[in-house]
């Protein structure tokens, strides 16, 4: 899918209050319960953070956000931090968009993209593993008031041929 990226600003609070709502998505970021005017608050600092950039993606055509990407770039390392796509829009191809997207923006800046994912986020592990994604090690990491097991995953840009043609 075509799309286009926008930095966020409080006026995305609505949309990212309603993909956190969203009870497929609550049990990995706890955010359920978050107002929209927390979110404008925690948008606000998120903005504070200079080392982070965060995006709102739209579809092309319809204009509609889709989803929120936020990563930050470090020693030719793009650490991504959140890519969520709306549940209204899986398995259109929007979340190869935002990766294609995300790969051509940090590029120039770095040579790896470097996440984490919960280890029973099956979808998502089979979304990065396609897109070439290789997990590196398996750490835990603070979770409520406990721990959770995170696969971290590495994947090398310059050898990525970006999405297009009948790939996908």
Not at 59 to 74: H, Q
Not at 128 to 142: A, D, L, N
């Amino acid at each position: 899918m075509d799309i286009y990226c926008e930095k966020l600003n409080v006026n995305h609070a609505p949309f990212i209050h309603n993909i956190m709502s969203i009870d497929d998505y609550d049990c990995i970021f706890c955010e359920k319960n978050t107002s929209v005017e927390e979110w404008k608050s925690r948008i606000t600092e998120i903005l504070r953070d200079r080392g982070q950039d965060n995006y709102i993606a739209f579809d092309t055509l319809t204009r509609k956000p889709v989803g929120w990407i936020g990563y930050e770039n470090s020693n030719q390392i793009c650490k991504l931090h959140i890519i969520v796509v709306h549940t209204d829009f899986l398995s259109k191809k929007y979340g190869y968009g935002m990766m294609e997207w995300l790969m051509k923006n940090v590029s120039n800046k770095a040579n790896k993209i470097v996440l984490d994912v919960q280890d029973e986020n099956v979808r998502d592990i089979r979304f990065y593993k396609k897109i070439g994604f290789e997990i590196i090690r398996v750490e835990m990491q603070p979770f409520g008031e406990g721990q959770m097991k995170y696969y971290v995953m590495e994947l090398t840009i310059n050898n990525v041929q970006l999405f297009s043609g009948p790939l996908f």
